[in-house]
T-cell receptor
């Protein structure tokens, strides 16, 4: 399917476990982003990528790792999940930098017990 | 540094009434401003954006916003609310080469 997809859509894990959230886009957009959405905070940028093999930190990167070996994929890994990482995670992509429209995936709801 | 402030975490209107969602921004350079909408259990989608040029920007679903530099505002309006407009709305800013910064969101409630 065309567009931007995320998997899984829902995930329950335990503290200390490693979790990987997947993001895939079919537009060949150069930029991809990971945000987390929490009540009272809006969306906060975790990491972004300007191209394959180029990633950079956003506002809240601690505890997360990203990679981008292919243009279309941008996985987000929680190396050792903590309860504070319970959140809704959104992946987005855009054809250009931050002034271009970002297209969002449907989100992944993560619960860390 | 850049920031946006959305006034009111919740706004309630009756169907057919004017919708006004407020957004004020802070930026030391000319900003790009956006309004995104999020329907329940979905990702965000762009309503409209201001880059340069015309200060009145028209978006999808009858929404529009006016960039007012003197007031550092980018308020979102719609003349007549519809039940389907019930959603959360986010104002966002990008200035210079900085990342997109979102406001905390305003939940629009529409009653019949």
């Amino acid at each position: 399917d065309a567009g931007i997809t995320q998997s899984p859509r829902y995930k329950i894990t335990e503290t200390g476990r490693q979790v990987t959230l997947m993001c895939h886009q079919t537009w060949s957009h150069s930029y991809m982003f990971w945000y987390r959405q929490d009540l009272g905070h809006g969306l906060r940028l975790i990491y972004y990528s300007a191209a394959a093999d180029i990633t950079d930190k956003g506002e809240v990167p601690d505890g997360y790792v990203v990679s981008r070996s292919k243009t279309e994929n941008f996985p987000l890994t929680l190396e050792s999940a903590t309860r504070s990482q319970t959140s809704v995670y959104f992946c987005a992509s855009s054809s250009g930098s931050f002034t271009e429209t970002q297209y969002f995936g449907p989100g992944t709801r993560l619960l860390v017990l | 540094a850049q920031s946006v402030t959305q006034l009111g975490s919740h706004v309630s209107v009756s169907e057919g009434a004017l919708v006004l969602l407020r957004c004020n921004y802070s930026s030391s350079v000319p900003p790009y401003l956006f309004w995104y909408v999020q329907y329940p259990n979905q990702g965000l989608q762009l309503l409209l954006k201001y880059t340069t040029g015309a200060t009145l920007v028209k978006g999808i679903n009858g929404f529009e916003a006016e960039f007012k530099k003197s007031e550092t505002s980018f308020h979102l309006t719609k003349p007549s609310a519809h039940m389907s407009d019930a959603a959360e709305y986010f104002c966002a800013i990008s200035s210079g080469y900085s990342t997109l910064t979102f406001g905390k969101g305003t939940m629009l409630l529409v009653s019949p």
